[in-house]
T-cell receptor, first 112, second 114 residues
Framework: DAKTTQPPSMDCAEGRAANLPCNHSTISGNEYVYWYRQIHSQGPQYIIHGLKNNETNEMASLIITEDRKSSTLILPHATLRDTAVYYCIVRVRGTGANNLFFGTGTRLTVIP | DAGVIQSPRHEVTEMGQEVTLRCKPISGHNSLFWYRQTMMRGLELLIYFNNNVPIDDSGMPEDRFSAKMPNASFSTLKIQPSEPRDSAVYFC????????????FGPGTRLTVT
C-alpha cells in the first residue's frame, strides 16, 4: 500500500471549514484513498473513501487531485465534536490483505 | 444497529493472569479484526478473520496471544499469561464483504496489567 504524509496537527475555528491535506505521491492506479478519524478515547470511525472522483457524504467531502497524488478532506462546518485525529489511508480495495495502516494522522483541534 | 460491542470496557489484572477480551461484530458483517493501540506503536492490526476463519495473524505479538471466532457473532482475544507490556487499548472492528471495505470499530477495551 502507498505511504501517506499528513501534517501532525491543525487548528480550525468552530463553524469554519476544516481542510485536511494528505500527500500520497506513490499511489497506484487501483488504490483508493480512505479517511478515518479517532475521537479521544473512542474507536476509529470511517469517514469517506474515493478513487478518482470527488466524493461527498453526510460527514465530509473528499477532493482528490487529477493526478491522484494528493487529496483533501473537507469538514464544511467544523464543530467542537470534530476535534480528533484524522487518518488518511491508501489501499487497494477488493483484493489482498485487509489490514489498515493508520500512521500518525493529523490532530485537528476545533477552537471555539 | 448497536454497532460493534466489546467487553469488558476496562480490565485491570495482575501479571501472569489470563485475560479474555470479547467482541460481537455488526450483524451481517463477515470480517472481524483485532487491533491494539499504544502511545508508542499507534494502532496495530493483530489478527483478522473472514467468515470465522483466521486469515492473517502475523500481527499477533507472541504465543501468549490467541484469538478465536467460534461463530459469526462472537470472537475472543486471549492473553495468557499477561505481562505489563500488554497494557493497551484493544479494538475490535468488523466489515462487510470484500477486502478493503470500510471497517467499523468498537469502543475498545482498556487493559492494564500491573
Amino acid at each position: 500500500d502507498a505511504k501517506t504524509t499528513q501534517p501532525p496537527s491543525m487548528d480550525c475555528a468552530e463553524g469554519r471549514a476544516a481542510n485536511l491535506p494528505c500527500n500520497h505521491s506513490t499511489i497506484s492506479g487501483n488504490e483508493y484513498v480512505y479517511w478515518y478519524r479517532q475521537i479521544h478515547s473512542q474507536g476509529p470511525q470511517y469517514i469517506i473513501h474515493g478513487l478518482k472522483n470527488n466524493e461527498t457524504n453526510e460527514m465530509a467531502s473528499l477532493i482528490i487531485t487529477e493526478d491522484r497524488k494528493s487529496s483533501t478532506l473537507i469538514l464544511p462546518h467544523a464543530t467542537l465534536r470534530d476535534t480528533a485525529v484524522y487518518y488518511c489511508i491508501v489501499r487497494v480495495r477488493g483484493t489482498g490483505a485487509n489490514n489498515l495502516f493508520f500512521g500518525t494522522g493529523t490532530r485537528l483541534t476545533v477552537i471555539p | 444497529d448497536a454497532g460493534v460491542i466489546q467487553s469488558p470496557r476496562h480490565e485491570v489484572t495482575e501479571m501472569g493472569q489470563e485475560v479474555t477480551l470479547r467482541c460481537k461484530p455488526i450483524s451481517g458483517h463477515n470480517s472481524l479484526f483485532w487491533y491494539r493501540q499504544t502511545m508508542m506503536r499507534g494502532l496495530e492490526l493483530l489478527i483478522y478473520f473472514n467468515n470465522n476463519v483466521p486469515i492473517d495473524d502475523s500481527g499477533m505479538p507472541e504465543d501468549r496471544f490467541s484469538a478465536k471466532m467460534p461463530n459469526a457473532s462472537f470472537s475472543t482475544l486471549k492473553i495468557q499469561p499477561s505481562e505489563p507490556r500488554d497494557s493497551a487499548v484493544y479494538f475490535c472492528a468488523s466489515s462487510l464483504g470484500l477486502a478493503g471495505a470500510e471497517q467499523y470499530f468498537g469502543p475498545g477495551t482498556r487493559l492494564t496489567v500491573t
